[in-house]
């Protein structure tokens, strides 16, 4: 976590060689890969994904009320976040 806040720039660059090598037809590197997903996804998960309900009642929804606040680490993940969701679907039993 502590390169994140140092350098955003090669946390995003070693994640994207992670998503390239989980590409690959190896089902024992895929398998390793998956791991570390699940990990750093179920880590994202707990860590940053709180749902708050709005301060109003919920009869008096406003726009503002429903944009959601995204935190600057799933900001951070977003473009390797989506990366790897079309891989997983990529490699979804047919």
Not at 18 to 24: G, P, R, T
Not at 85 to 90: E, T, Y
């Given at each position: 976590e502590k390169t994140a806040q140092t350098n955003p720039a090669l946390l995003q660059s070693a994640m994207g060689l992670?998503?390239?090598?989980?590409?690959?037809e190896d089902m024992e590197i895929f398998k390793i890969c998956l791991e570390y997903w699940n990990v750093l996804t179920s880590d994202l998960y707990h860590t940053e994904c709180?749902?708050?309900?709005?301060?109003q009642s919920a009869l008096v929804l406003t726009p503002a009320t429903l944009t959601p606040v995204t935190s600057p680490r799933l900001?951070?993940?977003a473009p390797i976040l989506n990366k790897l969701?079309?891989?997983?679907?990529?490699r979804m039993a047919k």
């Open positions: 992670l998503v390239a090598i989980s590409h690959v709180h749902f708050q309900p709005p301060p900001q951070l993940y969701r079309v891989l997983m679907v990529s």
